[in-house]
């Protein structure tokens, strides 16, 4: 075994390590009443909370309302982001045209713009899920911008000398030459859109996790509020998971983006 | 198939008026010739091929091209400095990619491509991608591409600038193998004496910036080269004859910078 492989190792064991000993180390500050277990809850409660809370309550349905949220919202935000962005990177004329409104836009908190979009699309499912999009809209848009502009212009070159079109240099330099640049967009957008989906959630919806937190803190049942957290961050790990997949599956060229 | 350079001329636009990159550049390249454009850095080498290659506008004179109809194959096809291949593809995406682009079906392209891939010594790593690669066998990868695509006119950039000495002639000896199986008519950049007139059938010596043919020089070894005799007294002498021009053209450009 080599002293890489062995470094590769020990970087695999070292994120559980560090978790576990943190776990423990809540577990007997509390459990000695070091910092009071009525507002931090030792980890084992907050474990069995989370298992009572699946069998019993409805943890999952509202875990499942929050995850087709931000699913949802991405799609419809991220893959408009995507197009635009693509253009935007292609073409200077274009990006000239809509830089600055990109400019003006982005740094807008979004959630901020959820009274505008309830005024207009009413309180319900649509609100909900177009503040989400919004929000998804801007990571993807300007990754992939980006994206498109790293692409270095010989492989352009290559392509118009090969006797490429503009859909031919579009689905085999353009795309894949930006993938790593979207990919990273993705985990951005579905962040963005995780954090927006619970804020919505806080702010008036009646199902999902950032409900489940609300409710939580209103009857004041800390262990819960604990667990809803951990679930939160449960759907954060899952994301980081989903992303790597893709990387694995779309961009095996690039041996930067192992890790 | 020939064709002919005339009057070619390039300026770029700065901010302190114009650049004159080229100028007044003539010449012919007739059929099956082997012919390189050598010169000091920054003499626009590149330019010409990119002109030639259509990928640059020139913004006086023309190139004019003799043919009979090309039957669907393309005029020329171009070897690029580095960075030539797609890092996105594999070794046979990449080799195949002119005749993909050309709507040649799969299995074709494939089996066309197989041949060339042979050729060049990358047979067992088809499926590779060009990470895996070293720097000489990414730029067999874009000959492989461009003898593939059958072009009637070859460009190439510097094609073996960023390989070790050795690499580079083991790189010519095949390049010039290929060649004589598929005759097609070269235009090589280079900036590399030697490899001018071990190669070409003549040299263009350019002058430096704005880049202009000094000399046309013919170089009269037989085909089929052997790349040992490069210390032959005749080619010593051409060498010799070409680095006194480029000396007084390098030393003057030098001058002119500072």
């Known amino acids: 075994m080599s002293r890489h492989e062995m470094g590769e190792k020990t970087l695999l064991i070292i994120p ?13 500050i509390t459990r000695m009443e070091i910092l009071p277990s009525l507002f931090f809850p030792p980890p084992t409660v907050v474990v069995s909370t989370l298992y009572r809370m699946t069998t019993e309550g409805a943890l999952l349905e509202h875990l499942a309302a929050t995850v087709t949220r931000l699913l949802t919202g991405f799609v419809l935000g991220g893959i408009p982001g995507m197009i635009l962005g693509m253009m935007m990177g292609w073409s200077l004329p274009v990006r000239r045209i809509f830089d600055p409104f990109i400019a003006a836009l982005h740094p807008v908190p979004k959630i ?13 499912f649509v609100s909900r899920t177009i503040v989400v999009a919004v929000a998804s809209f801007f990571p993807m848009l300007i990754n992939t911008m980006a994206g498109v502009r790293q692409i270095h212009p010989i492989y352009f070159d290559v392509a118009q000398n090969c ?14 030459g930006a993938t790593p640049f979207i ?16 804020a919505v959630e806080l702010l008036l919806a009646d199902k999902g996790i950032g409900t489940l937190i609300w409710m939580a803190w209103q009857t004041l049942r800390i262990e819960e509020l604990y667990a809803t957290i951990v679930t939160a961050a449960a759907v954060g790990i899952s994301i980081r998971l989903f992303v790597q997949f893709l990387l694995s599956r779309f961009v095996p060229w690039d041996s930067k983006t192992r890790t | 198939m020939s064709f002919e350079c005339r009057n070619l001329a390039v300026t770029y636009k700065t901010q302190s008026g114009g650049l004159e990159a080229l100028t007044d550049v003539s010449f012919t390249v007739s059929k099956n010739e082997f012919v390189c454009l050598l010169g000091p850095s920054g003499c626009g080498k590149s ?8 990928l640059l506008d020139p913004t006086a004179g023309e190139v004019i091209f003799q043919t009979q109809g090309t039957n669907g194959k393309p005029l020329n096809a171009m070897v690029f400095q580095e960075h030539g291949v797609f890092p996105w593809m594999n070794v046979l995406e990449n080799v195949a990619f002119g005749l993909e682009m050309r709507g040649v079906g799969r299995q074709e392209r494939n089996e066309i491509s197989h041949k060339f891939i042979e050729r060049v010594g990358l047979a067992h790593f088809e499926q590779s991608y060009p990470h895996e690669l070293s720097v000489g066998m990414r730029q067999r990868v874009s000959i492989a591409r461009a003898f593939v695509n059958d072009p009637e006119i070859l460009l190439m950039d510097e094609p073996f600038g960023s390989l070790d000495a050795m690499t580079k002639l083991v790189m010519m000896e095949e390049l010039l193998r290929i060649w004589s199986a598929e005759k097609k008519q070269v235009l090589y950049v280079t900036h590399d004496i030697e490899e001018a007139i071990l190669l070409g059938d003549r040299v263009l ?3 430096g910036r704005p880049g202009r043919i000094r000399e046309d020089i013919r170089i009269p070894l037989p085909r089929p080269r052997d790349l040992r005799d490069r210390d032959k007294a005749e080619i010593i002498e051409i060498k010799e004859h070409i680095w006194t ?4 053209e390098v030393r003057s450009s030098l001058e002119g910078s500072q």
């Open chain 2, 205 to 207: 010596v350019m002058t």
């Open chain 2, 245 to 248: 021009i480029l000396e007084e």
């Open chain 1, 16 to 28: 559980p390590v560090i978790l576990i000993a943190t776990l423990g180390c809540l577990e007997f």
């Open chain 1, 183 to 198: 990919l990273a967009g993705v985990r951005l957008g579905l962040n963005v859109s995780l954090s927006i989906s619970l």
């Open chain 1, 163 to 176: 006797g490429a079109s503009r859909l031919q240099v579009l689905r085999r330099v353009v795309l894949p």
């Open chain 2, 47 to 54: 330019t010409i091929l990119k002109i030639v290659a259509g």
């Open chain 1, 112 to 124: 901020s713009s959820l009274p505008i979009i309830m005024i207009i699309f009413g309180i319900g």
